[in-house]
């Protein structure tokens, strides 16, 4: 059985940088478990559904057609034969995300998803709950957080930087409401996984969370 590094903690927080780190490091599988919640929304989306209507969300994920493989170092998956990428990114996806991510069977459907690619060895995975839920008895959990002002600057360029037309107080007001969503949902809410490492990344460059948490892994911390 491989190695499972959970990477949990809130939005903009600098997981997905860190994990894709730690993974090109060790060598290890990168797996974006927000990826899939997004996949989900995204094709109840491209099939018309309304996103508050959990029955028909269900039906469209479940009637599709799932298929997970490794690419370039990263767990991917299609939908229906389609590979979404910069879909999953896009505005109604966005906005619409963290209403699907709380429907409990979404959650269960996901869960089991990423706890099957463990099969295709060791992962670094990046999420909410992946040291709570996913993998709970990983040895190598850690909670990555950050000033809200500093996530949602660092949101803020990311969008700008991907042509988006954004204003900063709008990144400020959406980031403060889904880390609402995030935290006080009833299935499975984000909170520190007992026994995980908390690492407050305001004033840290990425080269030292990396380095925290690999150091940590091949048991040099
Ligand atoms: O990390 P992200 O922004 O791609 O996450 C998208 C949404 O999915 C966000 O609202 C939180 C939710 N999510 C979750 O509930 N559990 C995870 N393990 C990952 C993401």
Known sequence: MGKAIAIDGPSASGKSTVSKGVAAVLGFIYVDSGALYRGVTWQAIRKGVDTKDAKAVLETMHSADWDFFVQDGAAVFSIDGDVPVQELREKNVREAVANVASVPEVRKFVVDSLQSLANFGSLVMEGRDIGTVVFPDSPYKFYLDADPEERAMRRYRELVAAGEDEKAHEVMD?????????????????????????????????????DLVVGKVRGNV
């Open 174 to 210: 959406s980031l403060k409401k889904r880390d609402q969503i995030d935290t006080t949902r009833k299935a499975d809410p984000l909170t520190v996984a007992p026994g995980a490492q908390k690492i407050d990344s305001t004033s840290m460059t990425l080269e030292e969370v990396i």
